[in-house]
């Protein structure tokens, strides 16, 4: 794949608004001419987030649909997203999703919160193609379950200031008389790919925060990163130990749950008989790193042969 390739983000009929702005070198071309209307069941599903927080997302997805192909893009070499600009966010999706597209993904699943909050929309319209799931964090539920009338979403600030989830705040929260808090930790993404030791400053902070969240009468805790739910278990543990009244909620088995959905919907569901094949995960990231190979086998669990995009 050429470099050119990889950054060229197109759409043949909304060619204005699917151009990169800020991509070097980026050029416009035309999108291949897919259609979904072959048998696509052998397909891969496309998973992308700017790291390897999304791999959250793909266990979630393995566990429900055991017998799908999946094609994992981490674009590490500009990773974070959260901290970046919206039109910026816009650019990166687009050129992830094209390669995703490009490589005859049947569904893109945008794992990634940032992303998702910024670049979904304008996904969806330049690629009407393919189905494409984002996330949003499961403020819904939290909502409904909520019997204090106060939750709390930690996220990255570009989740907490992007549209998706300001939006189900004002159209799920607000009329349920729910107050919505926001909390970012720029420590807890490091945290994960670091190990999650539980003896050090964030392990001890995160504790802290459980313990404020419970003093302020919030009941529901939305995990809106995908690293996040890497460490849900530790928060289960601190809350079962601290006794405090706090329900931990993350997306994954909410969207696998809509991917399965809509690839029965499509007719694109792969065959059960696949089930348990040697190599369901190939996994591509944009920078070169001695280290990732091991901080995805801690959170994985297993070896992942990783192969690098230029």
Same mark, same amino acid.
């Given at each position: 794949?050429?470099?050119?390739?990889?950054?060229?983000?197109?759409?043949?009929?909304q060619s204005d608004v699917c151009t990169i702005d800020n991509a070097p070198n980026a050029t416009l071309n035309h999108a291949p001419d897919r259609t979904l209307s072959h048998d696509l069941s052998? %397909?891969?599903?496309?998973?992308?987030?700017?790291? @390897?927080? +999304? =791999?959250?997302?793909? $266990?979630?997805? /393995?566990?429900?649909?055991?017998?799908?192909?999946?094609?994992?893009?981490?674009?590490?070499?500009?990773?974070?997203?959260?901290?970046?600009?919206?039109?910026?966010?816009?650019?990166?999706?687009?050129?992830?999703?094209?390669?995703?597209?490009?490589?005859?993904?049947?569904?893109?699943?945008?794992?990634?919160?940032?992303?998702?909050?910024?670049?979904?929309?304008? %996904?969806?319209?330049?690629?009407?193609?393919?189905? @494409?799931? +984002? =996330?949003?964090?499961? $403020?819904?539920? /939290?909502?409904?379950?909520?019997?204090?009338?106060?939750?709390?979403?930690?996220?990255?600030?570009?989740?907490?200031?992007?549209?998706?989830?300001?939006?189900?705040?004002?159209?799920?929260?607000?009329?349920?008389?729910?107050?919505?808090?926001?909390?970012?930790?720029?420590?807890?993404?490091?945290?994960?790919?670091?190990?999650?030791?539980?003896?050090?400053?964030? %392990?001890?902070?995160?504790?802290?925060?459980?313990?404020?969240?419970?003093?302020?009468?919030?009941?529901?805790?939305?995990?809106?990163?995908?690293?996040?739910?890497?460490?849900?278990?530790?928060?289960?543990?601190?809350i079962r130990e601290q006794k405090l009244p706090i329900t931990v909620v993350d997306s994954g088995q909410a969207i696998a749950a809509r991917v399965r959905s809509l690839l029965i919907e499509k007719?694109?569901?792969?065959?059960?008989?696949?089930?348990?094949?040697?190599?369901?995960?190939?996994?591509?990231?944009?920078?070169?790193?001695?280290?990732?190979?091991?901080?995805?086998?801690?959170?994985?669990?297993?070896?992942?042969?990783i192969q690098y995009v230029a």
């Amino acid at each position: 794949m050429s470099k050119n390739n990889h950054q060229s983000v197109v759409d043949s009929e909304q060619s204005d608004v699917c151009t990169i702005d800020n991509a070097p070198n980026a050029t416009l071309n035309h999108a291949p001419d897919r259609t979904l209307s072959h048998d696509l069941s052998e %397909a891969p599903i496309g998973v992308f987030d700017s790291g @390897i927080g +999304g =791999l959250s997302v793909y $266990l979630h997805l /393995a566990q429900q649909l055991p017998a799908e192909r999946y094609l994992y893009y981490a674009d590490t070499k500009h990773v974070p997203y959260g901290n970046r600009d919206s039109q910026d966010i816009k650019d990166l999706t687009l050129t992830a999703v094209q390669w995703l597209y490009e490589q005859g993904c049947k569904l893109i699943v945008i794992a990634c919160n940032s992303a998702s909050a910024h670049a979904l929309t304008i %996904a969806r319209e330049c690629y009407p193609q393919i189905p @494409i799931v +984002g =996330l949003v964090p499961a $403020l819904k539920p /939290a909502v409904l379950g909520s019997r204090s009338g106060r939750v709390a979403v930690m996220a990255t600030k570009a989740t907490l200031e992007g549209t998706l989830l300001n939006q189900v705040i004002a159209e799920i929260a607000e009329p349920n008389h729910i107050a919505v808090s926001k909390y970012f930790n720029p420590e807890l993404v490091p945290w994960v790919e670091a190990g999650m030791p539980i003896i050090s400053p964030t %392990a001890i902070r995160l504790r802290q925060k459980l313990q404020q969240l419970a003093d302020d009468d919030i009941d529901y805790l939305v995990l809106g990163c995908t690293h996040y739910p890497f460490f849900k278990e530790f928060l289960l543990q601190e809350i079962r130990e601290q006794k405090l009244p706090i329900t931990v909620v993350d997306s994954g088995q909410a969207i696998a749950a809509r991917v399965r959905s809509l690839l029965i919907e499509k007719r694109m569901l792969a065959a059960s008989d696949k089930t348990g094949m040697d190599n369901p995960l190939r996994l591509y990231t944009s920078k070169y790193d001695d280290n990732l190979g091991q901080v995805i086998e801690r959170l994985l669990g297993k070896q992942v042969n990783i192969q690098y995009v230029a």
